[in-house]
T-cell receptor, first 112, second 118 residues
Framework: DAKTTQPPSMDCAEGRAANLPCNHS???????VYWYRQIHSQGPQYIIH?????ETNEMASLIITEDRKSSTLILPHATLRDTAVYYC?????????????WGLGTSLAVNP | GAVVSQHPSRVICKSGTSVKIECRSL??????MFWYRQFPKKSLMLMAT?????????EQGVEKDKFLINHASLTLSTLTVTSAHPEDSSFYIC??????????????FGNGTRLTVT
Protein backbone atom coordinates (compact mmCIF):
# COMPACT_ATOMS: atom_id res chain seq x y z
CA ASP A 1 0.00 0.00 0.00
CA ALA A 2 1.40 3.34 -0.99
CA LYS A 3 1.92 5.67 1.94
CA THR A 4 1.93 9.43 2.05
CA THR A 5 3.87 11.93 4.10
CA GLN A 6 2.78 15.48 4.81
CA PRO A 7 4.08 18.28 7.01
CA PRO A 8 2.19 18.22 10.32
CA SER A 9 1.19 21.87 10.21
CA MET A 10 1.22 24.99 8.07
CA ASP A 11 0.13 28.59 8.38
CA CYS A 12 -1.30 30.81 5.69
CA ALA A 13 -2.50 34.40 5.61
CA GLU A 14 -6.11 34.98 4.67
CA GLY A 15 -6.46 35.78 0.97
CA ARG A 16 -3.15 34.23 0.04
CA ALA A 17 -2.60 30.92 -1.71
CA ALA A 18 -2.08 27.88 0.49
CA ASN A 19 0.22 25.25 -0.99
CA LEU A 20 0.08 21.92 0.79
CA PRO A 21 2.70 19.35 -0.23
CA CYS A 22 2.45 15.57 -0.12
CA ASN A 23 5.00 12.86 -0.82
CA HIS A 24 3.86 9.50 -2.14
CA SER A 25 7.08 8.04 -3.52
CA UNK A 26 5.82 4.43 -3.52
CA UNK A 27 2.63 5.12 -5.44
CA UNK A 28 1.90 2.56 -8.13
CA UNK A 29 0.87 3.31 -11.67
CA UNK A 30 -2.85 2.83 -11.25
CA UNK A 31 -3.26 4.56 -7.91
CA UNK A 32 -4.94 7.92 -7.66
CA VAL A 33 -4.05 10.71 -5.28
CA TYR A 34 -6.98 12.04 -3.29
CA TRP A 35 -7.29 15.04 -1.04
CA TYR A 36 -9.81 15.39 1.75
CA ARG A 37 -10.11 17.87 4.54
CA GLN A 38 -11.61 17.63 7.98
CA ILE A 39 -12.87 20.64 9.83
CA HIS A 40 -12.85 20.19 13.58
CA SER A 41 -15.41 17.64 14.82
CA GLN A 42 -16.85 17.01 11.37
CA GLY A 43 -16.56 14.20 8.86
CA PRO A 44 -14.02 14.44 6.02
CA GLN A 45 -14.92 16.44 2.95
CA TYR A 46 -13.74 15.47 -0.53
CA ILE A 47 -11.66 18.13 -2.27
CA ILE A 48 -10.07 16.78 -5.43
CA HIS A 49 -8.31 13.78 -6.93
CA UNK A 50 -5.97 13.03 -9.82
CA UNK A 51 -3.90 10.35 -11.50
CA UNK A 52 -1.11 12.14 -13.38
CA UNK A 53 -2.53 15.28 -14.93
CA UNK A 54 -3.03 18.48 -13.01
CA GLU A 55 -6.62 19.00 -11.92
CA THR A 56 -8.69 22.02 -10.95
CA ASN A 57 -12.15 22.41 -9.55
CA GLU A 58 -14.09 25.07 -7.71
CA MET A 59 -12.33 24.29 -4.44
CA ALA A 60 -8.70 23.76 -5.33
CA SER A 61 -6.00 22.79 -7.81
CA LEU A 62 -3.92 19.64 -7.69
CA ILE A 63 -0.42 19.61 -9.14
CA ILE A 64 1.17 16.17 -9.55
CA THR A 65 4.84 15.86 -10.45
CA GLU A 66 5.77 14.06 -13.64
CA ASP A 67 7.21 11.11 -11.73
CA ARG A 68 4.06 11.09 -9.56
CA LYS A 69 6.10 10.84 -6.40
CA SER A 70 4.68 14.02 -4.95
CA SER A 71 1.82 16.42 -5.33
CA THR A 72 0.68 19.82 -4.11
CA LEU A 73 -2.80 20.95 -3.22
CA ILE A 74 -3.35 24.63 -3.88
CA LEU A 75 -6.09 26.68 -2.30
CA PRO A 76 -5.81 29.83 -4.41
CA HIS A 77 -7.34 32.33 -1.98
CA ALA A 78 -7.48 30.85 1.49
CA THR A 79 -10.22 31.98 3.85
CA LEU A 80 -10.66 31.46 7.57
CA ARG A 81 -13.13 28.68 6.79
CA ASP A 82 -10.34 26.74 5.11
CA THR A 83 -8.73 26.11 8.49
CA ALA A 84 -8.81 22.32 8.74
CA VAL A 85 -6.71 19.17 8.63
CA TYR A 86 -5.90 18.25 5.04
CA TYR A 87 -5.33 14.62 4.16
CA CYS A 88 -3.46 13.38 1.12
CA UNK A 89 -4.25 9.71 0.54
CA UNK A 90 -3.89 7.14 -2.19
CA UNK A 91 -6.54 4.73 -3.24
CA UNK A 92 -6.09 1.16 -2.15
CA UNK A 93 -8.29 -1.48 -3.66
CA UNK A 94 -9.03 -4.32 -1.27
CA UNK A 95 -11.29 -6.98 -2.70
CA UNK A 96 -14.58 -5.46 -3.72
CA UNK A 97 -14.18 -2.59 -1.30
CA UNK A 98 -12.07 0.49 -1.44
CA UNK A 99 -10.00 1.18 1.63
CA UNK A 100 -8.49 4.52 2.36
CA UNK A 101 -5.29 4.66 4.36
CA TRP A 102 -5.32 7.87 6.37
CA GLY A 103 -2.17 9.53 7.64
CA LEU A 104 -2.04 12.38 10.12
CA GLY A 105 -2.53 15.07 7.50
CA THR A 106 -1.50 18.71 7.57
CA SER A 107 -3.20 21.03 10.01
CA LEU A 108 -3.66 24.27 8.09
CA ALA A 109 -4.27 27.43 10.05
CA VAL A 110 -5.49 30.39 8.01
CA ASN A 111 -4.77 33.57 9.89
CA PRO A 112 -6.55 36.92 9.51
CA GLY B 1 -24.72 16.43 -3.86
CA ALA B 2 -25.01 13.11 -2.13
CA VAL B 3 -25.54 13.29 1.60
CA VAL B 4 -24.80 10.86 4.38
CA SER B 5 -26.64 11.47 7.61
CA GLN B 6 -25.18 10.16 10.84
CA HIS B 7 -27.14 10.11 14.08
CA PRO B 8 -26.72 10.96 16.87
CA SER B 9 -24.05 13.62 16.57
CA ARG B 10 -23.28 13.38 20.24
CA VAL B 11 -24.05 10.78 22.89
CA ILE B 12 -23.09 10.30 26.50
CA CYS B 13 -23.70 6.93 28.08
CA LYS B 14 -22.85 5.08 31.23
CA SER B 15 -20.27 2.34 31.34
CA GLY B 16 -21.78 -1.06 30.58
CA THR B 17 -24.60 0.19 28.38
CA SER B 18 -24.88 -0.16 24.60
CA VAL B 19 -25.08 2.63 22.07
CA LYS B 20 -26.37 2.47 18.50
CA ILE B 21 -25.14 4.85 15.81
CA GLU B 22 -27.03 5.15 12.54
CA CYS B 23 -25.64 6.02 9.14
CA ARG B 24 -28.07 6.77 6.34
CA SER B 25 -27.49 7.59 2.70
CA LEU B 26 -30.18 10.12 1.84
CA UNK B 27 -30.25 10.24 -1.93
CA UNK B 28 -28.27 7.28 -3.20
CA UNK B 29 -27.97 3.57 -2.64
CA UNK B 30 -24.95 2.72 -0.55
CA UNK B 31 -23.66 -0.70 -1.46
CA UNK B 32 -20.68 -0.35 0.84
CA MET B 33 -20.32 1.48 4.12
CA PHE B 34 -17.19 2.03 6.14
CA TRP B 35 -16.95 2.72 9.86
CA TYR B 36 -14.04 4.66 11.32
CA ARG B 37 -13.02 5.84 14.73
CA GLN B 38 -10.84 8.79 15.48
CA PHE B 39 -9.11 9.72 18.72
CA PRO B 40 -8.19 13.35 19.49
CA LYS B 41 -5.46 14.68 17.23
CA LYS B 42 -5.20 11.32 15.52
CA SER B 43 -6.12 10.16 12.06
CA LEU B 44 -9.11 8.10 11.03
CA MET B 45 -8.75 4.40 11.66
CA LEU B 46 -10.89 2.01 9.68
CA MET B 47 -12.83 -0.34 11.92
CA ALA B 48 -14.88 -2.34 9.46
CA THR B 49 -16.34 -2.48 5.99
CA UNK B 50 -19.85 -3.66 5.32
CA UNK B 51 -21.67 -4.58 2.17
CA UNK B 52 -25.43 -4.57 2.08
CA UNK B 53 -26.86 -7.94 2.99
CA UNK B 54 -23.61 -9.56 4.07
CA UNK B 55 -21.45 -9.73 7.15
CA UNK B 56 -19.06 -6.93 7.86
CA UNK B 57 -15.32 -7.32 7.40
CA UNK B 58 -13.48 -6.14 10.48
CA GLU B 59 -9.98 -4.75 10.58
CA GLN B 60 -7.36 -6.50 12.64
CA GLY B 61 -7.71 -5.73 16.32
CA VAL B 62 -11.35 -4.65 16.14
CA GLU B 63 -13.65 -6.88 18.20
CA LYS B 64 -16.63 -7.85 16.09
CA ASP B 65 -18.67 -8.87 19.14
CA LYS B 66 -18.15 -5.48 20.70
CA PHE B 67 -18.76 -3.36 17.62
CA LEU B 68 -21.81 -4.84 15.95
CA ILE B 69 -22.45 -3.67 12.41
CA ASN B 70 -25.68 -4.18 10.55
CA HIS B 71 -26.15 -3.14 6.92
CA ALA B 72 -29.62 -4.44 6.29
CA SER B 73 -30.61 -2.06 3.52
CA LEU B 74 -29.00 0.03 0.81
CA THR B 75 -29.64 3.21 2.76
CA LEU B 76 -28.91 2.26 6.36
CA SER B 77 -26.03 0.86 8.33
CA THR B 78 -25.79 0.79 12.12
CA LEU B 79 -22.88 0.45 14.49
CA THR B 80 -23.68 -0.74 18.01
CA VAL B 81 -21.05 -0.33 20.68
CA THR B 82 -21.94 -3.02 23.19
CA SER B 83 -21.08 -2.87 26.89
CA ALA B 84 -19.34 0.43 26.39
CA HIS B 85 -16.35 1.38 28.52
CA PRO B 86 -14.61 4.74 28.94
CA GLU B 87 -11.86 3.67 26.54
CA ASP B 88 -14.52 3.39 23.82
CA SER B 89 -15.01 7.15 24.02
CA SER B 90 -14.09 8.43 20.60
CA PHE B 91 -15.33 10.10 17.41
CA TYR B 92 -17.03 7.56 15.15
CA ILE B 93 -17.48 8.35 11.46
CA CYS B 94 -19.26 6.45 8.73
CA UNK B 95 -18.80 6.73 5.00
CA UNK B 96 -20.82 5.32 2.17
CA UNK B 97 -20.00 4.37 -1.38
CA UNK B 98 -22.65 4.51 -4.05
CA UNK B 99 -23.72 1.67 -6.27
CA UNK B 100 -21.79 1.47 -9.50
CA UNK B 101 -19.43 4.19 -8.40
CA UNK B 102 -15.87 3.78 -9.50
CA UNK B 103 -14.27 7.09 -8.69
CA UNK B 104 -13.54 7.50 -5.04
CA UNK B 105 -15.07 10.94 -4.93
CA UNK B 106 -18.29 9.02 -4.66
CA UNK B 107 -17.27 8.16 -1.12
CA UNK B 108 -19.38 10.34 1.16
CA PHE B 109 -18.89 10.87 4.86
CA GLY B 110 -21.24 11.44 7.73
CA ASN B 111 -20.55 14.22 10.20
CA GLY B 112 -19.50 11.83 12.91
CA THR B 113 -20.73 10.84 16.36
CA ARG B 114 -18.94 11.94 19.50
CA LEU B 115 -19.31 9.12 22.03
CA THR B 116 -18.47 9.76 25.67
CA VAL B 117 -18.67 6.85 28.10
CA THR B 118 -18.75 7.85 31.74
Amino acid sequence: DAKTTQPPSMDCAEGRAANLPCNHSTISGNEYVYWYRQIHSQGPQYIIHGLKNNETNEMASLIITEDRKSSTLILPHATLRDTAVYYCIVRVLAGNNRKLIWGLGTSLAVNP
Amino acid sequence: GAVVSQHPSRVICKSGTSVKIECRSLDFQATTMFWYRQFPKKSLMLMATSNEGSKATYEQGVEKDKFLINHASLTLSTLTVTSAHPEDSSFYICSASGQGADSLNSLHFGNGTRLTVT
